[in-house]
């Protein structure tokens, strides 16, 4: 499944999307509504602006007395004491808003944080049991921002946009009921002006979804980049490859300064006619509010109250077109997380799968053929079987398949067809954990993680005792090294375990593989890497470890080769011998013999 392929097709079914967003939102849905509540009066006070402009226009600027009635009883507010209570109510209105105001931040960002954090849990959850195809097709850049920039795009985003629609749809009917009250016939003709002002809106949304589609991608590409300086930095300043990283860069934000252009040339338009449009709504409310006021249909008040909520009502609306634009982003982003949702693992249990307790009897191989790429078989129907405690060193062609054939055993991909059973029972009908719990690896390229040495043994077995800690280092030959380490055990590793050699590492790794103790072990060496001391050191651990156990050897060096039980030679996919050194060695013009001649017989001298 490659994640840069996905077009987010399911972008304009809002009410599908919002049916998957809301198991998220529900939980929430109190402190949601508190929101609302709070959001609603924060909006309705714009008008209070607005309002209060008419009796001080009509009663403090035209020096009347305001008389009213409450009941039977006649009031009467003289325009002096008007005068003086219309600034302290400003003060104190001001003060109550951003008492409101202060609140539908706080509870909005923190409803909106929430959610976010049980999408990208759930996301996470999704990506760390997806299969190493997934990984190998998809690009780190393009994962970090589908699982880390998108989710917070959609779900921060829905629960902002909501309380931004809030406050201003509520400010924009608080203005509109002002604007009614001052007189009905104006209004009228400001709501419709405004009406005709937000089309060009619904016009764009389409270019928005292709344009942060094409955003993805390219933000992807640039964190790759940046992932690939990071970890190349040897490479690229031994081959001076900064021309090429830079190049590549460069490009990209172009490409991207490229997107966002063409969006802006092709959306930008907007803004200014719906400027235009209110512009005319204003032009004909004012021409028509002066034939009101001078045929005397209108006090001069009602008419200042109505123009302050007219020019004021732009910003809410304003606001609500864009967040038109922002909710079309929202959704194209949540397209794509559910999107991710929705990816299942290849490799998975089967709905009855059993438990794999323990090797008994044998591993038995039977013609699997398996290719990363369709049509292009990368092993070639392959038979072998390795009986219980059996050693079996595999050796070929570099590129031969060796690697692949291992990664079979522990399911990272599944056969193409064929077989592969364990004490009669197909690897697939097994749990996956149980498959996995019962082999112990070490790969041609080892990983560590940042942390301790002592996490990454104890990765291997978690619930390992300081004693068998301690019977892992020292059988991986680790003690003399961790000795020497300023916090020993507790030293931490860099990134990745750079800061440890090549073979501290893979020391390491097999410390991490003793201490998880399985019946089953997978080794794919890479000493060629080590010189020869160290090559020494990791060769005793490696005895060590494989004591006692069914070991799958990916050989370089003959010793091993030589002291395992059986040797297979798999060449471009295919099993060409298989036997012991002796045997082997007598096949005239064989296979093994013409690799001992050229790469072992040196080693033996
Ligand atoms: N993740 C992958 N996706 C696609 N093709 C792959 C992948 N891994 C390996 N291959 C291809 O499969 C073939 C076998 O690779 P494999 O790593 O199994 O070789 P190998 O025998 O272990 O070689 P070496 O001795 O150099 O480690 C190679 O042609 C390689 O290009
Ligand atoms: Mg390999």
Same mark, same amino acid.
């Given at each position: 499944?490659?994640?840069?392929?996905?077009?987010?097709?399911?972008?304009?079914?809002?009410?599908?999307?919002?049916?998957?967003?809301?198991?998220?939102?529900?939980?929430?849905?109190?402190?949601?509504?508190?929101?609302?509540?709070?959001?609603?009066?924060?909006?309705?006070?714009?008008?209070?602006?607005?309002?209060? &402009?008419?009796?001080?226009?009509?009663?403090?600027?035209?020096?009347?007395?305001?008389?009213?009635?409450?009941?039977?009883?006649?009031?009467? &507010?003289?325009?002096?004491?008007?005068?003086?209570?219309?600034?302290?109510?400003?003060?104190?209105?001001?003060?109550?808003?951003?008492?409101?105001?202060?609140?539908?931040?706080?509870?909005? /960002?923190?409803?909106?944080?929430?959610?976010?954090?049980?999408?990208?849990?759930?996301?996470?959850?999704?990506?760390?049991?997806?299969?190493?195809?997934?990984?190998?097709?998809?690009?780190?850049?393009?994962?970090?921002?589908?699982?880390? #920039?998108?989710?917070?795009?959609?779900?921060?985003?829905?629960?902002?946009?909501?309380?931004?629609?809030?406050?201003?749809?509520?400010?924009?009917?608080?203005?509109?009921?002002?604007?009614?009250?001052?007189?009905?016939?104006?209004?009228?003709?400001?709501?419709?002006?405004?009406?005709?002002?937000?089309?060009?809106?619904?016009?764009?949304?389409?270019?928005?979804?292709?344009?942060?589609?094409?955003?993805?991608?390219? !933000?992807?590409?640039?964190?790759?980049?940046?992932?690939?300086?990071?970890? !190349?930095?040897?490479?690229?300043?031994?081959?001076?490859?900064?021309?090429?990283?830079?190049?590549?860069?460069?490009?990209?934000?172009?490409?991207?300064?490229?997107?966002?252009?063409?969006?802006?040339?092709?959306?930008?338009?907007?803004?200014?006619?719906?400027?235009?449009? /209110?512009?005319?709504?204003?032009?004909?409310?004012?021409?028509?509010?002066?034939?009101?006021?001078?045929?005397?249909?209108?006090?001069?008040?009602?008419? /200042?109250?109505?123009?302050?909520?007219?020019?004021? &009502?732009?910003?809410?609306?304003?606001?609500? !077109?864009?967040?038109?634009?922002?909710?079309?982003?929202?959704?194209?982003?949540?397209?794509?997380?559910?999107?991710?949702?929705?990816?299942?693992?290849?490799?998975?249990?089967?709905?009855? /799968?059993?438990?794999?307790?323990?090797?008994?009897?044998?591993?038995?191989?039977? =013609?699997?053929?398996?290719?990363?790429?369709?049509?292009?078989?990368?092993?070639?129907?392959?038979?072998?079987?390795?009986?219980?405690?059996?050693?079996?060193?595999?050796? !070929?062609?570099?590129?031969?398949?060796?690697?692949?054939?291992?990664?079979?055993?522990?399911?990272?991909?599944?056969?193409?067809?064929?077989?592969?059973?364990?004490?009669?029972?197909?690897?697939?009908?097994?749990?996956?954990?149980?498959?996995?719990? =019962?082999?112990?690896?070490?790969?041609?390229?080892?990983?560590?993680?940042?942390?301790?040495?002592?996490?990454?043994?104890?990765?291997?077995?978690?619930?390992?005792?300081?004693?068998?800690?301690?019977?892992?280092?020292?059988?991986?030959?680790?003690?003399?090294?961790? %000795?020497?380490?300023?916090?020993?055990?507790?030293?931490?590793?860099?990134?990745?375990?750079?800061?440890?050699?090549?073979?501290?590492?893979?020391?390491?790794?097999? %410390?991490?593989?003793?201490?998880?103790?399985?019946?089953?072990?997978?080794?794919?060496?890479?000493?060629?890497?080590?010189?020869?001391?160290?090559? %020494?050191?990791?060769?005793?651990?490696?005895?060590?470890?494989?004591?006692?156990? #069914?070991?799958?050897?990916?050989?370089?060096?003959?010793?091993?080769?030589?002291?395992?039980?059986?040797?297979?030679?798999?060449?471009?996919?295919?099993?060409?011998?298989?036997?012991?050194?002796?045997?082997?060695?007598?096949?005239?013009?064989?296979?093994?013999?013409?690799?001992?001649?050229?790469?072992?017989?040196?080693?033996?001298?």
């Amino acid at each position: 499944m490659k994640l840069n392929m996905t077009t987010a097709q399911n972008s304009f079914k809002y009410g599908w999307l919002l049916s998957r967003i809301w198991p998220y939102i529900k939980p929430y849905m109190f402190r949601i509504i508190c929101g609302f509540l709070v959001a609603i009066p924060l909006g309705l006070l714009d008008g209070v602006t607005a309002f209060a &402009l008419k009796p001080f226009m009509d009663y403090v600027v035209g020096k009347q007395d305001w008389v009213f009635h409450i009941f039977t009883h006649e009031f009467t &507010l003289t325009w002096q004491v008007f005068a003086y209570i219309i600034p302290f109510g400003v003060v104190a209105f001001a003060a109550f808003q951003g008492i409101l105001r202060y609140l539908n931040d706080y509870i909005s /960002a923190w409803t909106s944080q929430r959610i976010t954090n049980d999408v990208k849990f759930d996301l996470f959850h999704k990506l760390i049991y997806m299969d190493p195809r997934f990984f190998d097709e998809n690009p780190s850049g393009i994962i970090i921002s589908r699982y880390m #920039t998108d989710p917070q795009t959609a779900s921060a985003g829905i629960v902002d946009q909501l309380k931004t629609i809030t406050t201003s749809l509520f400010g924009a009917l608080g203005l509109i009921g002002v604007m009614l009250y001052s007189s009905w016939k104006l209004a009228f003709i400001g709501v419709l002006v405004l009406c005709i002002a937000f089309i060009p809106v619904a016009i764009i949304r389409k270019r928005i979804k292709s344009a942060s589609n094409k955003n993805m991608v390219i !933000g992807g590409n640039i964190t790759t980049n940046i992932n690939e300086t990071y970890s !190349g930095n040897k490479v690229m300043a031994a081959y001076e490859l900064q021309k090429r990283q830079e190049e590549y860069f460069k490009n990209q934000i172009w490409d991207s300064f490229k997107v966002n252009m063409s969006l802006t040339k092709r959306s930008a338009w907007m803004s200014p006619l719906m400027y235009l449009i /209110a512009s005319c709504g204003i032009a004909i409310v004012l021409a028509y509010g002066t034939h009101l006021i001078t045929s005397g249909d209108m006090t001069a008040g009602s008419f /200042a109250s109505f123009v302050t909520s007219l020019l004021l &009502l732009y910003k809410p609306v304003k606001t609500l !077109g864009g967040t038109l634009t922002n909710i079309q982003n929202i959704f194209v982003a949540m397209g794509r997380v559910f999107e991710l949702f929705d990816l299942e693992p290849e490799i998975k249990n089967r709905p009855d /799968a059993v438990e794999l307790l323990s090797l008994n009897d044998k591993i038995e191989i039977q =013609n699997i053929c398996f290719g990363y790429l369709p049509n292009q078989p990368v092993l070639k129907n392959l038979s072998l079987t390795v009986n219980k405690n059996e050693t079996l060193a595999i050796v !070929g062609n570099s590129g031969g398949g060796k690697s692949t054939f291992v990664n079979l055993l522990p399911r990272f991909y599944d056969i193409q067809s064929g077989s592969i059973k364990i004490d009669g029972i197909d690897i697939r009908e097994y749990t996956l954990t149980s498959l996995r719990h =019962n082999i112990a690896m070490v790969f041609q390229d080892n990983f560590l993680f940042s942390g301790t040495i002592r996490e990454n043994i104890l990765m291997g077995n978690p619930d390992a005792t300081e004693e068998e800690l301690n019977c892992a280092i020292e059988s991986a030959h680790l003690q003399e090294m961790i %000795a020497d380490l300023p916090q020993g055990l507790d030293t931490l590793l860099g990134e990745r375990g750079m800061t440890l050699s090549g073979g501290q590492r893979q020391r390491v790794a097999i %410390a991490r593989a003793m201490i998880k103790n399985t019946p089953i072990v997978i080794l794919d060496e890479a000493t060629s890497a080590l010189d020869n001391k160290s090559e %020494a050191i990791v060769q005793k651990a490696l005895d060590n470890l494989i004591q006692n156990k #069914t070991v799958f050897v990916i050989a370089h060096r003959l010793s091993t080769i030589k002291n395992a039980d059986r040797i297979a030679v798999i060449n471009e996919g295919e099993l060409v011998e298989l036997g012991n050194h002796e045997q082997l060695m007598q096949i005239e013009n064989g296979q093994y013999r013409a690799l001992y001649d050229m790469q072992f017989k040196k080693q033996e001298v």
